[in-house]
Every structure is written in structure tokens, then in C-alpha cells.
């Protein structure tokens, strides 16, 4: 008789370009090898403290979300020149099967199927947004665009517009055009982050339905009605798609955010970075398991664990990372992984696929730690202290020097291919803080 | 934040490098100091070192009593008797004390490792491991300004330990090479085995002495246990690690290896293996 095995699933969010795909590659790499018996995550390997554990893809079967092509991105990565995994934009699913040994000998092993999710981040900022009406929304949207000189035709349409439009369908399809345009503007152009809401920047699959059509407009005319409307009808789309069975029921979460790049951006890309991540959390805090049910109970739905990662932390060093991970854990007020034990949230600095290693380097009479990486391209080793990383929001007087961009580092070369694990930093700790109690 | 603001930076450095590899990094794991071998742990043992004693001592009266009757026959018959008895057993005591100067220059490596984790002995010991070193005069100074034991360290890696690093995995190329080319030649597997525990063995005191370290056969032997104990520590970048390690562990890495050479390139890959143990064996700093 087989014992059936629980599900275990583990959404992956972040912006584009955060780092998703890197990790989840990582993670399969390592995960993998650590079945095979390899050393690759000892902080995996200190909880199970000695009990078995075998890892082995699970069967795609007849389910309804496309397979995360790890073996295709860990190749590359693993190739000679490497190549980072390409640019993808679809959800997929990484599946495992784990059967955990029991400390007690006779007892069946553990059974237990992992499935981590690549979930687009710009989704999750819709989150804020359920919290919110349509009048309060727009408000603090149309108040977010208001510096911008890319967003300044869209604030002339709806500025311009009579206040009592009519509903109509081309004055409401103009907007949004107009609207969705100044969106990806922002994002490409200025870097920012906190653009609402998210499927106009990343649409789900399928067509786009009507009620997808709606901007942030102030007032309260017949065309602000039918604009609440689609909106109220979004914001229950996004309620009900999180419980759905294709993006739903997600245990875990990881919400991922590349502060580093954005210190490099600037004092304000920074702010919203730092605003959205904010907001991420305040959403997440009461979108959890329901309060009054014990954290024990199995089958309650609800994300039970959130932990808030700052990727490709081995572009700073060692001390740097320490920063890094205590920035977080300001911004999103929760604690950090490595001093606060058995929490449901934690902050964590990560690089999935480690580039670089730590040195000492002896600036104007004063050594620093840096961190040392090859070159991609140009086959030559590349110092790079990038900045002082601060473990707070930044004042104004940090923004006085620049934060240097991270340079174009090459992965470090991938044991045997890839098979023994990938090089990484503290992938181990964030396994054991998602999956640990399920061990 | 400090006083003096370094301004951030990047820069490529002149001399082309290989892919970075993850073994070559400071480990999330520390490396377990390693425990002095029990003193008198195995009957085995004491039984080999009396026989030791036996043989020795009894050669020693066997001997003083025939030198003594050739005393008896001729003076300088005696005399000459003498020199060659104290020639010979001078060579035995030289080979004895070099042995022991290996063993203790092993324990040096222990005591090494825990004055560097000590923040009042860790410049004391840094520079004193520096004087053993060809090129360590270079750190001097900036070992002088460092403070936290960690520094030390940082320091002691970015500097010498790397560049140990780099000539051990040298000569782990150099002797995987050679077993490659060798292998091809050797007509029976059987010594293709005995190749590679040849050139395992000769690399490991390679490796050794490139650390300051010059074990003869019991040094050797001891520096063997060690690697298989480092290698339990390192967190393994190959599965042929696993291999090496298993391989060193039973020992007579001399035997077991000849048994299991599946190839010359398993054997090739191997020697890089085994000196990157080797290496993080002997190095002070992991
Ligand atoms: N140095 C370093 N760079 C990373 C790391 N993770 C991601 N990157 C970089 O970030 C880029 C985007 O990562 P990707 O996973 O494709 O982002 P996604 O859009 O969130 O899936 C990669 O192409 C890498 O250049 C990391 O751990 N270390
Ligand atoms: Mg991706």
C-alpha cells in the first residue's frame, strides 16, 4: 500500500529580471546533486541530520502547467563559454518527489512532492490593489505618474476628460492604451517598479478580456463608472486566480527583489523598488493563513511561510551581504533568516548562482572587500567593490556617491557539468526555511 | 558608516584567468580541525612498536657484543667494526628523526589553525607562517594594519593560500597529465594501478612540501588519514571527489586504487582531485 504524497507548493515571485528562473535552475541543480548524496546544501543536510533523503523529478503526468526546462538552463550555464538561462515570461512548474527518511528505523519514509512555481512578480503587486477602491486607487496612482514626463499624455487625457464622459468604449480603450503605454515606459525607460496593475505589463495567458480595459481616473461621471466596474471585476479575477488550481494554492512564497540594482538606479527607482516590495509585504500580512487556526494544521490553505530574498548577492562580499539581507528585513519589517528561528517570514540575501569570490582589496591605503569574478567576454578577472551597502533605507547622504552598476560577471564553472550542484550562496538556508518543517 | 569613504570601483586585472571554480572559494563549511590520532589507540599498534623495539634493541646488543669481540681479536679490527656500527645505526636514527620532524610538522598545522582562530595569537601566527613561505614577505604590511582575526584570514586567503592553490592544482595538472600519457603506454591494468598510486602518492608529498611540509613514509602515511578527513570537510565539487575519498580512506590508497581504475581520464581527474585535498590538508586556512 502506498502512503500518498503531500503537496508541497512554492511560488517564486519577483519583478522581471529578479532572478526567478537563475534560482529555480539552482535549486534543481542542487536539490538534484543533494539526492545523489553530494554535500551541495549543508543547511538541508543539518536538519535532516542524517536521515535518508532521495530526490527525483516528478512526473509531468496529465498536469496543466508547462515543466520548468531546468536541464536546458542548467546546461547553459554549465557550457563553456556559459550562458545565462534565456528570458522567460510564461509560469512554469519544477516538480520533485522527496521521500525523507524517519528518525525512528521501520517507519516508511516521508513522502512528499515539492513544486515550486515561476510566478511573475508584476502579478503579485496586484495584491495592494485588493485592499483598496476604485476612487483610493486611483488616486494614489494618478499621484504616483505625476512627476514623470513619460507619463505626462496620459495625465492630459485623463485630466481632460469631461466630468461627465459618457460610458464609452473608445474614450475607455484610449485611456487604457495610454495608460498601459506610460506603464512600460516607466518600467523600461525609468526603471520603476511599483507600476499597478501588474497583468497590463505582464498579461496573463489567453486573450485579453473587456474588463481588462479600465485606468486611474478621479472622477465620478458615467465613463468613472464603467472604469469601476472593470476594476472591481480585476481585482476579483486576482482574488480568485490565487486560489485557483493553476496559480493557486501556493504554500510558500518567495518574493525576490534585485536591491542591488536598484541602489545603482537611484535614489528614486530605489524608493520604488523599495515602496513596492513594502507593499508586497502589507498585502502578504493579512492575505495569510487565517489567524485563528494553529500554523499545525495541515490542509488550511493560506501561504504559510514568505521569505524576502535579495538576489545575486555575490556581487557584494561577505560583510555587504550581511547589509544586504538586514535591508530587506527593514524594508519588509520581517526578520532576518539566520538570527530569527522558526518564523513564517524571513528576510535572506541570495545569489542562486555564485560569480564571484570574496577579496581583499587595498584601496587608497585602505583595504576593502570586494569581490573578484571573471569577466564575461573578456576572459580577464573583474574587481568590483560597487558601494557601500547600507542595512537601512539609505539617506540622502548615501545617494551623494554613486552605487556602481554590477558588472557582466561569468558563472563559476558547474561541477561536472552540472550533475554535482551549482555554485551558490545561502540557497541552502532559504530550502531549509521554506521546506524545513516538512523534512 | 566610516570616516574615510572609499570611492566604489571596478577593475579589470592584466593577466587573463580560467573560469572560477567553487572548490577554490572559502567554505560554508569549516574544516574539522583534525583530531590527534588517539595515542595508543590499537594493540596492533603496540604490538608493531614493540617488535620495533625488539628488532632494534636486540641489533643494538647483538652488534655491541660482536664489536666487542672483534676488540678482542685486533684493535683496529674493533675499531672499524665500530665505525661501520655507528654509521649504519646513525643512518636509522637520521631516517627516525626525520620521520618524527613530519609527524611534528603535521601537529604544526594543527596548532596553526587554531592560533589563526584566536584573535590574540592570529597576527603572531600569521607571520610566523609567512616566514615559512617563499613570497609571504610581500603581506607583511598589510598583515601588520589588520586587526580581527577574520581580516587576518581574509587576508592570509586572498594572498598566500590562493596562490598555494593555484601551484598545488599545477601539480595536480602536471601528475594528471602524466598518468593520462602514461596510462596509454602501460600494457596491463594491473600497473596502470600501480602507476596511478605511484603518482598519487609522490603528489600528496608534492603538495606537501609545497606547504612547507616534508613527511617521510609514517609522515606520508599520517598526511593520507588527513586527506581523507579534509575531504569529508570540503564540500565536494566532483562526485570523483567522492571517489578520491573513498579511495584515501581504506588507505593503501596504493591498492584500492589499482583495482578501480576505470580509465585514465578517471585517474587523471583524480590526481587534480587529490591535490585540491591535499591542499586544503595542509593549509592552515580553509
Ligand atoms: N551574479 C549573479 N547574477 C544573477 C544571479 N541571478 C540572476 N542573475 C542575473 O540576472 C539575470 C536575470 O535572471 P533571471 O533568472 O532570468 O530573471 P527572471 O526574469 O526573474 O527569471 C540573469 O541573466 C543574470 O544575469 C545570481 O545569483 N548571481
Ligand atoms: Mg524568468
Known amino acids: 500500500m502506498l502512503i500518498p504524497r503531500r503537496t508541497l507548493r512554492v511560488g517564486v515571485t519577483g519583478l522581471a529580471r529578479a532572478g526567478k528562473t537563475v534560482l529555480l535552475t539552482s535549486i534543481a541543480g542542487n536539490l538534484l546533486a543533494a539526492g545523489a548524496g553530494l554535500p551541495t546544501l549543508p543547511a538541508l543536510a543539518a536538519r535532516l541530520g542524517g536521515r535518508s533523503l532521495r530526490i527525483r523529478l516528478a512526473p509531468a503526468g496529465a498536469d496543466a502547467l508547462p515543466r520548468f526546462d531546468h536541464a536546458a538552463h542548467l546546461a547553459a550555464l554549465a557550457a563553456d563559454p556559459p550562458h545565462w538561462p534565456a528570458r522567460t515570461d510564461a509560469v512554469s512548474l519544477l516538480a520533485f518527489d522527496l521521500d525523507v527518511g524517519r528518525a525512528t528505523p521501520g517507519l516508511p519514509p516521508r513522502r512528499l512532492r515539492l513544486e515550486l512555481l515561476d510566478y511573475p512578480g508584476e502579478w503579485l503587486l496586484d495584491l495592494p490593489m485588493l485592499a483598496q477602491d476604485f476612487a483610493a486607487w486611483s488616486r494614489a496612482a494618478l499621484h504616483r505618474l505625476e512627476p514623470y514626463a513619460e507619463a505626462a499624455g496620459f495625465l492630459g487625457f485623463v485630466r481632460g476628460l469631461p466630468v461627465a464622459a459618457p460610458r464609452d468604449e473608445v474614450l475607455a480603450a484610449t485611456g487604457h492604451h495610454l495608460y498601459r503605454a506610460a506603464l512600460r515606459r516607466l518600467r523600461d525607460d525609468r526603471g520603476l517598479a511599483m507600476l499597478q496593475p501588474g497583468r497590463f505589463l505582464m498579461p496573463a495567458p489567453g486573450g485579453a478580456p473587456p474588463w481588462l480595459g479600465f485606468f486611474p481616473c478621479a472622477g465620478s461621471g458615467p465613463l468613472a463608472g464603467l472604469l469601476r466596474e472593470r476594476f472591481d471585476r480585476y481585482c476579483a479575477e486576482v482574488r480568485h486566480s490565487l486560489a485557483a488550481p493553476v496559480f493557486g494554492g501556493i504554500d510558500r512564497l518567495v518574493v525576490l527583489a534585485d536591491l542591488l540594482s536598484a541602489l545603482h538606479a537611484g535614489a528614486e527607482p530605489f524608493a520604488d523598488a523599495a515602496a513596492a516590495l513594502g507593499a508586497v509585504a502589507g498585502a502578504l500580512r493579512w492575505r495569510r493563513r487565517l489567524p485563528f487556526l494553529p500554523a499545525w494544521l495541515p490542509f488550511v490553505p493560506g501561504i504559510a511561510r514568505v521569505a524576502y530574498v535579495a538576489s545575486k548577492a555575490d556581487h557584494v562580499a561577505e560583510r555587504q551581504r550581511g547589509n544586504l539581507a538586514a535591508l530587506v528585513s527593514r524594508l519588509t519589517e520581517v526578520p532576518r533568516a539566520d538570527t530569527a528561528a522558526d518564523t513564517d517570514t524571513a528576510a535572506v540575501a541570495v545569489a542562486a548562482v555564485r560569480c564571484t569570490e570574496d577579496v581583499v582589496w587595498t584601496l587608497e591605503g585602505h583595504p576593502v572587500s570586494a569581490v573578484r569574478g571573471r569577466v564575461a567576454g573578456a576572459a580577464r578577472a573583474g574587481r568590483s567593490y560597487p558601494g557601500e551597502v547600507p542595512d537601512r533605507p539609505p539617506d540622502a547622504a548615501f545617494w551623494a556617491h554613486p552605487f556602481l552598476a554590477l558588472p557582466d560577471f561569468e558563472p563559476m564553472r558547474l561541477p561536472l557539468g552540472g550533475r554535482a550542484g551549482v555554485p551558490h550562496i545561502g540557497v541552502d538556508t532559504l530550502l531549509d526555511f521554506l521546506v524545513g518543517d516538512r523534512l | ?286
Open chain 2, 1 to 286: 558608516m566610516s570616516e574615510t569613504r572609499v570611492v566604489p570601483r571596478f577593475a579589470l586585472e592584466e593577466a587573463p584567468i580560467e573560469r572560477l571554480e567553487a572548490a577554490s572559494l572559502p567554505l560554508p563549511l569549516p574544516l574539522p580541525l583534525v583530531p590527534p590520532p588517539a595515542a595508543g589507540a590499537g594493540t596492533l599498534g603496540l604490538a608493531a612498536s614493540g617488535a620495533a623495539l625488539l628488532v632494534l634493541g636486540l641489533a643494538v646488543l647483538v652488534v655491541g657484543n660482536f664489536v666487542a669481540a672483534q676488540f678482542d681479536r685486533a684493535a683496529w679490527l674493533g675499531w672499524l667494526t665500530l665505525g661501520i656500527a655507528t654509521a649504519g645505526f646513525g643512518l636509522i636514527a637520521a631516517s627516525i628523526g626525520g620521520e618524527l620532524r613530519g609527524l611534528l610538522g603535521l601537529r604544526r598545522v594543527d596548532h596553526l589553525r587554531l592560533a589563526l582562530a584566536d584573535p590574540a595569537r592570529a597576527r603572531g601566527a600569521a607571520l610566523a607562517w609567512l616566514d615559512t613561505l617563499a613570497e609571504g614577505a610581500a603581506l607583511r604590511p598589510a598583515l601588520a594594519a589588520a586587526e580581527a582575526p577574520e581580516a587576518i584570514a581574509a587576508l592570509l586567503r586572498a594572498g598566500p593560500v590562493a596562490a598555494l592553490r593555484a601551484q598545488s592544482d599545477a601539480l595536480g595538472r602536471a601528475a594528471a597529465l602524466q598518468v593520462f600519457a602514461a596510462a596509454a603506454a602501460v600494457p596491463s591494468p594491473a600497473l596502470d594501478g600501480l602507476l596511478v598510486a605511484w603518482r598519487g602518492a609522490r603528489l600528496v608529498r608534492q603538495v606537501a612540501a609545497l606547504h612547507g611540509l616534508r613527511p617521510g613514509t609514517l609522515g606520508t602515511l599520517a598526511l593520507l588519514r588527513r586527506v581523507a578527513l579534509a575531504a569529508a570537510g570540503v564540500v565536494a565539487t566532483d562526485l570523483a571527489l567522492d571517489a578520491a575519498t573513498r579511495a584515501v580512506l581504506s588507505n593503501p590508497l596504493l591498492r584500492h586504487v589499482a583495482g578501480e581504475v576505470a580509465g585514465a581520464g578517471v585517474a587523471a581527474r583524480r590526481m587534480v582531485v587529490l591535490a585540491r585535498v591535499t591542499a586544503a590538508a595542509c593549509s592552515p586556512l580553509q
